[in-house]
């Protein structure tokens, strides 16, 4: 009897541990791993440790975001691919990295074909989110979000206030054949880099001028080196936030409603707002850091648009793909959106 009580009271004990074991490991929270190439102290970073707040809220503390910053894991496209290995879990892009599973979607960014901020918007959160949301998922990652980039401007050692200026030049392209087709409708020679090159490319020669949002050419450190940042504004960049669809796939009911509540705590209009916001603080900080902002007069940034506006055709050529009918999308909904 004694014996078989021992027993009993070994295999209540080994019980009573398995069952704290198991307790224990359902409190753990699940970890995803988010990346960005954004630099520290910037608006981007500010969001991202919001959002992590966000997830860990609506999660209850089921759900833990770890981010890595400053492209610790490697530059957008490079990491856009491994998301939708599922190598990385999620992350936050620019619409440009998104175009290296989807090339269409460069698309967005070709220059000077929103007429207003309000109306670029307007088609991104009306009409663009399925086409993108569809497109991607074949790519294997979920749509969850768009952010925003910030406006796009000449950056380099001198002012460009004519097309003419940049021909013949070494241009930093983003590596999306829309960015490429921008810098050869111009007349420069494009050499395809991801933003962690984009300062040393600039220090060692190895490219003359560049396109840039101030919200990254000041914080990066590209403004010390290509200190000159002509305003021509000819596009404002979208953004997007991504999760692999593998990870996706395994969450559960509960963790995707709290990961989609996170998101959507915080619309792509607050976000954008607050990018923009930040520009003018930026150029700001740059003036007082020894740089130089040239501010082209309407008929100057007229050459730049007649410049670049015929060149449209050619960039959806160039791009190919579903790009016709992507573009076609595009324009539709500029014209329902108005000015």
Known sequence: ???????????????????????????????????????????WVMQLDRFVKDVNEESKGKIK????????????????????????????????AAAALVPELSLTSLPFFFNSARQQDCVYDNYLIPYTTNALAQKGVV???????????????????SPADVKGLKARSAPTKTAAAFWV??????NPLGITEW????????????????????????????????????????????????????????QRNALQA????????????????????????????GGQIVTL???????WQKALEPAWPQIVKAVGGNAEAFFKLMEDAKKKCGA
């Open 297 to 303: 007069t309407p008929e100057e940034r007229a050459k």
């Open 1 to 43: 009897m004694t014996r078989l009580t021992g027993a009993l009271a070994t295999v209540g004990a080994t019980l009573t541990i398995a069952l704290a074991g198991a307790a224990l490991a359902q409190d753990k929270p699940v970890e995803f791993r988010y990346t960005t190439g954004a630099p520290p102290k910037t608006p």
């Open 199 to 254: 300062a040393s490319a600039h220090q060692t020669g190895l490219v003359d001028v560049s396109d840039a949002p101030v919200t990254y050419y000041v914080p990066s450190g590209l403004g010390k080196i290509a200190p000159v940042y002509t305003r021509t504004n000819h596009v404002d960049s979208g953004g997007i936030v991504v999760m692999s669809k593998t990870v996706y796939d395994k969450l559960s009911a509960d």
């Open 65 to 96: 975001i770890n981010p890595f910053i400053n492209a610790q894991l490697g530059n957008e496209q490079d990491t856009m691919q491994q998301t939708a290995r599922g190598r990385i879990d999620l992350g936050g892009f620019s619409v440009a």
């Open 185 to 190: 409708a111009l007349g420069a020679n494009p």
């Open 262 to 289: 996170a998101v959507t705590k915080r619309t792509a209009a607050q976000l954008r707002a607050e990018i923009r916001g930040f520009e003018e603080k930026i150029l700001e900080l740059h003036l007082k850091n």
């Open 143 to 161: 749509f969850l979000g768009w952010t925003h980039v910030g406006s796009g401007n000449i950056v380099g050692k001198k002012p460009f206030k």
